[in-house]
């Protein structure tokens, strides 16, 4: 069976080197803002896929410029509603929209499973590209990393971008707690499984 490989960006992947088993996936998946250059031994250097999510011009141009993202190489993802400023600007970068992105039906079932009761309806990037990953490769074995319990993120790994809460915003926009928690959800029910444990699953 194939494998795939879903690298989130959590500091947490400092604290392990996990570079090779993420590297010996059929597929590795990053998401947004990653770096690879340096910290190979932890986070591994192979991309097949990358899940961006087509904010704006500016802000993609710098994560695919900061990632050193071949966009001419690697499947392009669009994990929230390709419409309106996002559509432009995947438009304005790649000259098509021709990017395998969330559904309105997809968005709006994550809304409701894992956003009813916040005060935004606004899933994460991260949690997003898990949805997809299990529709995308629902034949395959799917591993996760880089990913964590922590309610009050600091983004990404790099100590030179880390990205904290704007000044004067007390609470995140992401449903983090809930978000966790469905991760939990899908490994207990062995639709993913941790990284760590790649070794030690068969993989036929």
């Known amino acids: 069976m194939k494998t795939v490989c879903i690298v989130g960006n959590s500091r947490n992947l400092l604290s392990q080197e996990l570079g090779n088993k993420i590297d010996s996936c059929d597929d590795v998946i990053r998401i947004q803002k990653f770096k690879r250059e340096g910290f190979e031994k932890h986070v591994g ?13 500016p802000q993609m141009r710098d994560f695919i410029e900061y990632g050193n993202i071949d966009i001419n190489s690697v499947e392009l993802w669009a994990p929230h509603k390709l419409e ?5 600007t995947a438009m304005s970068i790649l000259g098509h929209a021709n990017i395998f992105a969330a559904s309105r039906e997809t968005y709006s079932s994550v809304v409701r499973e894992l956003y009813s009761n916040f005060w935004t309806k606004k899933p994460s990037t991260g949690i997003m590209t898990i949805v997809l990953a299990l529709q995308k ?6 591993y996760i990393c880089g990913f964590d319990s922590t309610i009050e993120k600091d983004h990404y790994y790099d100590p030179n971008h880390i990205d904290r809460l ?28 941790d990284i760590n444990s790649k070794d030690e699953i068969s993989e036929n």
């Open 137 to 142: 490769f629902h034949d395959r074995k799917i």
């Open 84 to 88: 309106g400023e996002r559509l432009h």
């Open 45 to 57: 250097s192979k991309i097949t896929v990358a899940s961006l999510s087509w904010k704006d011009v």
């Open 166 to 193: 704007p000044p004067g915003m007390t609470v995140s926009g992401h449903n983090w707690e809930k978000e966790w928690e469905y991760i939990q959800k899908l490994i207990d029910l062995k639709k993913m499984y």
